[in-house]
């Protein structure tokens, strides 16, 4: 009892300055331009104005970048979690010429890095005409071995006996994947959907590649021209950067339980 | 690696086989679309890369030269690809001891706290849903050598600022320390729900048979928690090898050469001078030690345990 409560003071000094950072953007962004260049700090503005926004909002292109973000993320993570589900129940309940090398190529992916890939990744998307297009950005992002082998080994643990019941009542394996397994995997689909998600939002370096067109741009992407379009307007900058990030940010603060919750289930905790 | 699920698997028995018919192609038709995916964005690009790095290949078209060995010869006297190498493993070694430490602090802090544990999570795990881009843009704000949060703090302490971005001295240190606020949440979370899986009985007869809470800490919790940080080490040492995005967008225009890692000389080749049989060829270079570094780690690790 002696110690908790200067571990807890210790606890509380460390949030506060790992809260520093995003604190001094939203700080800047509500300041006049005037302001944030001032020295000493000021952490109180003294005129308090949402105008950065305004301006970023209305004659800049976050809006539009996160929309693409959007399409992009939900796209990656809805078919990842339908090819990565299929596959990882033919890979646990099914047997078929082939599996356990299949199986084996799949688990050696897991050590690739994407990053090594890029360039020929690149060469390859320029033949099949899909520089420039929401599907150049998505489809390599689908190729993702680990959730494959996460859910398999999730898929393992749940007992045959459910699906023999349904057999009986004469189900397809199709019929038992989808109203018997999946039902019961809700935890741990939910925490690879997260992850995918947040993984496939937060990208820069593929879709930075892939993609041209300021149409097309996703919010890292896009932010990265901010620095250079808007000069030294530092309260429109990190007003950009506020809207750019806060969206997971809000969405986490939500679902905080859950996805601590799945990371366990997911079988992660080693 | 250290994957368990909840459940405990029942010992691997095969599917069972419906009696009198023969193995079927059901489960191939359940695996072919990740299959597709996998063959066509994966394996080839891999093939494609390695039969690439071996030709003149250009980005700009033109003529293609066989060249055998020769882009791993030129490699291998080009100064710029063991400097940038450098860079990369010098980031490695100054920011994994820090990610994998100050995670596991973090994590118990939390686990410990009662009332202010949501804070705690909320704080240590928030910054790693942001983009990158925007982690960058923070912190070259910060970071700002006239009016920035940071030089301000040390002139309040009496110090003298400092070019953070520009001075060759620090500028690797600035990378590191943006890259610890971003990403400790990932560690932490991973710390957290192992700590969350330590029965509550264990440390409740220890305190009972007198051992004082950092004895506990020493016996107990962190012995437990020793495949977690196996797993912690590995994907952490894997993750610093591939840094690209957070040096490129702080350094931009400004440090040049001298934060630049080994995937941003890829990317300058492949895309900026459009060598893309050269650009593999680094390519390999980093796949290869990234294997060799899993593969170290995973013989270490399961060499070492004792179940």
């Given at each position: 009892?002696?110690?908790?409560?200067?571990?807890?003071?210790?606890?509380?000094?460390?949030?506060?300055?790992?809260?520093?950072?995003?604190?001094?953007?939203?700080?800047?962004?509500?300041?006049?331009?005037?302001?944030?260049?001032?020295?000493?700090?000021?952490?109180?503005?003294?005129?308090?104005?949402?105008?950065?926004?305004?301006?970023?909002?209305?004659?800049?292109?976050?809006?539009?970048?996160?929309v693409?973000?959007?399409?992009?993320?939900?796209?990656?993570?809805?078919?990842?979690?339908?090819?990565?589900?299929?596959?990882?129940?033919?890979?646990?309940?099914?047997?078929?010429?082939?599996?356990?090398?299949?199986?084996?190529l799949?688990?050696?992916?897991?050590?690739?890095?994407?990053?090594?890939?890029?360039?020929?990744?690149?060469?390859?998307?320029?033949?099949?005409?899909?520089?420039?297009?929401?599907?150049?950005?998505?489809?390599?992002?689908?190729?993702?071995?680990?959730?494959?082998?996460?859910?398999k080994?999730?898929?393992?643990?749940?007992?045959?006996?459910?699906?023999?019941?349904?057999?009986?009542?004469?189900?397809?394996?199709?019929r038992?994947?989808?109203?018997?397994?999946?039902?019961?995997s809700?935890?741990?689909?939910?925490?690879?959907?997260?992850?995918?998600?947040?993984?496939?939002?937060?990208?820069?370096?593929?879709?930075?590649?892939?993609?041209?067109?300021?149409?097309?741009?996703?919010?890292?992407?896009?932010?990265?021209?901010?620095?250079?379009?808007?000069?030294?307007?530092?309260?429109?900058?990190?007003?950009?950067?506020?809207?750019?990030?806060?969206?997971?940010v809000?969405v986490?603060?939500?679902?905080?339980?859950?996805?601590?919750?799945?990371?366990?289930?997911?079988?992660?905790?080693? | 690696?250290?994957?368990?699920?909840?459940?405990?698997?029942?010992?691997?028995?095969?599917?069972?086989?419906?009696?009198?018919?023969?193995?079927?192609?059901?489960?191939?038709?359940?695996?072919?679309?990740?299959?597709?995916?996998?063959?066509?964005?994966?394996?080839?690009?891999?093939?494609?890369?390695?039969?690439?790095?071996?030709?003149?290949?250009?980005?700009?078209?033109?003529?293609?030269?066989?060249l055998?060995l020769?882009n791993?010869?030129?490699?291998?006297?080009?100064?710029?690809?063991?400097?940038?190498?450098?860079?990369?493993?010098?980031f490695?070694l100054?920011?994994t001891?820090?990610?994998?430490?100050?995670?596991?602090?973090?994590?118990?802090?939390?686990?410990?706290?009662?009332?202010?544990?949501?804070?705690?999570?909320?704080?240590?795990?928030?910054p790693?849903?942001?983009?990158?881009?925007?982690?960058?843009?923070?912190?070259?704000?910060?970071?700002?050598?006239d009016?920035?949060?940071?030089?301000?703090?040390?002139?309040?302490?009496?110090g003298?600022?400092?070019?953070?971005?520009?001075?060759?001295r620090?500028?690797?240190?600035?990378?590191?320390?943006?890259?610890?606020?971003?990403?400790?949440?990932f560690?932490?979370?991973?710390?957290?729900?192992?700590?969350?899986?330590?029965?509550?009985?264990?440390?409740?007869?220890?305190?009972?048979?007198?051992?004082?809470?950092?004895?506990?800490?020493?016996?107990?919790?962190?012995?437990?928690l020793?495949?977690?940080?196996?797993?912690v080490l590995?994907?952490?040492?894997?993750?610093?090898?591939?840094?690209?995005?957070?040096?490129?967008?702080?350094?931009?225009?400004?440090?040049?050469?001298?934060?630049?890692?080994?995937?941003?000389?890829?990317?300058?080749?492949?895309?900026?001078?459009?060598?893309?049989?050269?650009?593999?060829?680094?390519?390999?270079?980093l796949?290869?030690?990234i294997?060799?570094?899993?593969?170290?780690?995973?013989?270490?690790?399961?060499?070492?345990?004792?179940?």
């Open positions: 009892m002696r110690t908790r409560l200067p571990l807890s003071l210790l606890g509380l000094a460390v949030a506060l300055v790992w809260l520093i950072p995003l604190a001094w953007a939203i700080d800047t962004s509500i300041k006049p331009e005037g302001e944030t260049t001032r020295v000493p700090v000021t952490w109180i503005p003294e005129v308090f104005t949402l105008d950065a926004y305004g301006r970023v909002l209305t004659a800049g292109d976050v809006p539009l970048w996160l693409n973000s959007l399409i992009v993320a939900t796209g990656v993570t809805v078919l990842t979690l339908a090819a990565a589900s299929l596959a990882a129940y033919g890979f646990s309940r099914l047997d078929f010429p082939g599996k356990n090398w299949l199986f084996a799949v688990l050696a992916g897991i050590m690739v890095p994407p990053q090594a890939l890029i360039v020929p990744l690149f060469h390859q998307m320029q033949s099949l005409g899909l520089v420039d297009t929401y599907w150049g950005m998505i489809l390599p992002q689908l190729a993702a071995p680990v959730m494959v082998f996460i859910l080994k999730f898929f393992d643990g749940i007992p045959r006996e459910y699906e023999q019941a349904a057999a009986l009542d004469g189900a397809s394996r199709l038992m994947f989808w109203s018997v397994v999946l039902p019961m809700r935890p741990v689909l939910a925490a690879v959907g997260v992850f995918t998600f947040v993984t496939a939002w937060n990208n820069f370096l593929w879709p930075f590649i892939v993609v041209s067109d300021p149409d097309l741009m996703t919010v890292p992407v896009g932010l990265g021209t901010v620095q250079s379009s808007y000069g030294l307007r530092y309260a429109e900058i990190m007003a950009s950067a506020v809207l750019g990030g806060l969206p997971l809000v986490y603060a939500f679902l905080q339980r859950h996805v601590i919750r799945g990371v366990g289930d997911a079988g992660l905790k080693g | 690696m250290a994957v368990e699920t909840p459940q405990r698997a029942p010992a691997e028995t095969p599917a069972p086989r419906e009696p009198g018919k023969p193995r079927n192609l059901t489960g191939l038709w359940f695996a072919l679309p990740f299959l597709l995916i996998y063959a066509v964005f994966m394996i080839w690009p891999i093939l494609a890369g390695l039969w690439s790095s071996l030709f003149n290949t250009s980005l700009a078209g033109g003529d293609v030269e066989f055998g020769g791993y010869a030129e490699m291998a006297r080009d100064g710029a690809v063991w400097d940038s190498l450098w860079n990369t493993a010098y490695t100054l920011s001891p820090p990610l994998v430490l100050a995670g596991l602090g973090m994590a118990l802090l939390a686990h410990r706290a009662r009332r202010t544990g949501w804070l705690l999570r909320f704080a240590f795990f928030m790693f849903l942001l983009p990158v881009t925007v982690v960058a843009l923070i912190w070259l704000w910060i970071y700002q050598s009016f920035g949060l940071l030089n301000a703090a040390i002139e309040w302490f009496g003298d600022p400092v070019a953070w971005i520009n001075d060759e620090t500028a690797m240190w600035a990378v590191v320390i943006c890259t610890l606020w971003w990403t400790v949440g560690n932490f979370l991973l710390y957290l729900a192992a700590l969350q899986g330590i029965p509550r009985e264990l440390h409740e007869s220890a305190a009972v048979d007198g051992a004082t809470p950092g004895q506990r800490l020493w016996r107990i919790t962190l012995p437990l020793r495949r977690t940080t196996g797993l590995v994907l952490q040492l894997i993750a610093s090898l591939k840094i690209f995005d957070q040096v490129y967008l702080l350094n931009e225009g400004n440090a040049g050469p001298i934060t630049r890692p080994l995937i941003q000389y890829v990317y300058e080749q492949g895309f900026t001078s459009y060598r893309i049989g050269y650009a593999s060829a680094i390519s390999y270079l796949f290869l030690i294997i060799v570094v899993a593969f170290a780690q995973f013989k270490i690790f399961s060499a070492g345990r004792d179940d």
